[in-house]
Antibody
Framework: EVQLVESGGGLVQPGGSLRLSCAAS????????MSWVRQAPGKGLEWVSV???????YYADSVKGRFTISRDNSKNTLYLQMNSLRAEDTAVYYC????????????WGQGTLVTVSS | EIVMTQSPATLSVSPGERATLSCRAS??????LAWYQQKPGQAPRLLIY???TRATGIPARFSGSGSGTEFTLTISSLQSEDFAVYYC?????????FGQGTKVEIK
């Protein structure tokens, strides 16, 4: 059974950093395209970043240069390093597996809330 | 950036009735279009990909159609568990973009 479990969210001050983790089971992270999608409180979904099985990475313009997606193959875990956080980064962050090398999302984690506030 | 526009914003439907949700892309996305369902406090759930292919385990009352810039999600006979917010997403161009959502509520 495919499972994705995020952790690492919390309250952080503007300008601060946070690292989110997404532990996967039931499949191999490194063999799939993996992504982060966020949802601000009461708002819609916003794609954040993707890492291809080959290691290439892509980012939304809103986070480019501040966020870094990565994975640890030995731990079968996806990460999102978030630096220079802003109030507008406040959201529930979901990790998601992409389906069959296409960029739709067939499995989602339960999400972890990041709140950026002083 | 491709803008995805969903209509209506809210759809009031009685159980057992048919619901038709629309999604329009600002430029062609071919058939690279997915639909998701999200209930309060839950993660989104994939319903449809490739504009018309149901995801694993999705009931046959959900169907998708369209290509290019105009897409439709149809729920043939609404069940109580179908009242939720529905999002479309294009994956043809960077950045990946979602519509703003259609809330399907009980009439």
């Amino acid at each position: 059974e495919v499972q994705l479990v995020e952790s690492g969210g919390g309250l952080v001050q503007p300008g601060g950093s946070l690292r989110l983790s997404c532990a996967a089971s039931g499949f191999t992270v490194s063999s799939n395209y993996m992504s982060w999608v966020r949802q601000a409180p009461g708002k819609g979904l916003e794609w954040v970043s993707v890492i291809y099985s080959g290691g290439s990475t892509y980012y939304a313009d809103s986070v480019k240069g501040r966020f870094t997606i990565s994975r640890d193959n030995s731990k079968n875990t996806l990460y999102l390093q978030m630096n220079s956080l802003r109030a507008e980064d406040t959201a529930v962050y979901y990790c998601a597996r992409c389906g069959s090398y296409y960029l739709y999302f067939d499995y989602w984690g339960q999400g972890t809330l990041v709140t950026v506030s002083s | 950036e491709i803008v995805m526009t969903q209509s209506p914003a809210t759809l009031s439907v009685s159980p057992g009735e048919r619901a038709t949700l629309s999604c329009r892309a600002s430029q062609s996305v071919s058939s690279n279009l997915a639909w998701y369902q999200q209930k309060p406090g839950q993660a989104p759930r994939l319903l449809i990909y490739g504009a018309s292919t149901r995801a694993t385990g999705i009931p046959a009352r959900f169907s998708g159609s369209g290509s290019g810039t105009e897409f439709t999600l149809t729920i043939s006979s609404l069940q109580s568990e179908d009242f939720a917010v529905y999002y479309c997403q294009q994956y043809n161009n960077w950045p990946l973009t979602f519509g703003q959502g259609t809330k399907v509520e009980i009439k």
